[in-house]
């Protein structure tokens, strides 16, 4: 590079350094430089299916409240009625998402009744528009709760009329968007007691001298696994080591079942005992379906005995 470049390379640096110290750098340059903003973020989950309209209203509710929402689908295959499962899946994908977030959650077999429909700031500054149904339990357990409020303020909702079989579309949709857009979520309605939410009535785990109880308390998806609420910590405690057979009670009927990392360290349609990608003990068949082969349909009890030495 010759002297006379290097003088005018150094001429405009210093240049640029004087337009930004007074304000005069083009603002067009100013905003190339910053980072772009993300769009804010509701994860949708439902127990609607997609065979119908239902969740492209609800997602036009929110679009048309904020245009420029990013919505993630967390499910919208909930197992129809079940406040457990969609309990289980907000647990598991909560902690996967930052501060802000906002989850509409819409499993609401009692819709149209005298149940509150609330929005709930957990203790790691996510927050939740559901039916007050037990939804929050597993992520109340884990995350704590700040705060909660009910749904009062009409003027979130949409409709001179509501629908009272349609509070995906008409309450939480629209309460969801407005708050994702940074409203403040205070006006949304009064302050609930924590200590009034309705939970879930789980029994625990439990663990003693003879081994570990629990419940098989869902299937996996389609591949027929079946998830237990006996922690994968609480499982180790009994002494068994991978490639060991466990011998399982499940509801009445006893089985020797190999304990390994993964499905594929077993021959092809046999059973194994894993532990799941959430911390929980699993079953399942190899390419197969636990719950069809062995006819389990949850909730149903586990014992597993301590191994002997």
Known sequence: MSSQTAYRRQAGLFLVAVLLSVGLWPAAARAEEAPPKAPPTIVFMTDFGTVDDSVAICKGVMYSIDPKLRIVDLTHQVTPFSILDGARFLYGATAYYPAGTVFVAVVDPTVGSTRRAVVVKSGRGQYFVLPDNGLMTLVEDRDGIEAAREITNHNWMIGAA?????????????????????????????????????????????????????????????????????????????????????????????????????????????PLLYIDSRGHLGLAVNQGSFAATYNIKPPVSIFIERAKN
């Open 162 to 270: 509501l629908s009272s079989t349609f509070h995906g579309r008409d309450i939480f949709s629209p309460v969801g968007a407005h708050l994702a857009l940074g409203e403040d979520w205070t006006q949304v309605g009064p302050e609930l007691p924590v200590k009034d939410l309705i939970r879930l009535k789980l029994v625990p785990s439990k663990l003693d001298d003879r081994g570990v109880r629990g419940e098989v308390i869902a299937t996996d998806g389609p591949f027929g696994n079946l998830v237990t609420n006996i922690s994968g910590e609480d499982f180790l405690k009994l002494g068994y080591g991978r490639g060991q057979n466990v011998h399982v009670v499940l509801v009445k009927a006893e089985m020797n079942i190999p304990f390994v990392h993964t499905f594929s360290d077993v021959a092809l349609k046999k």
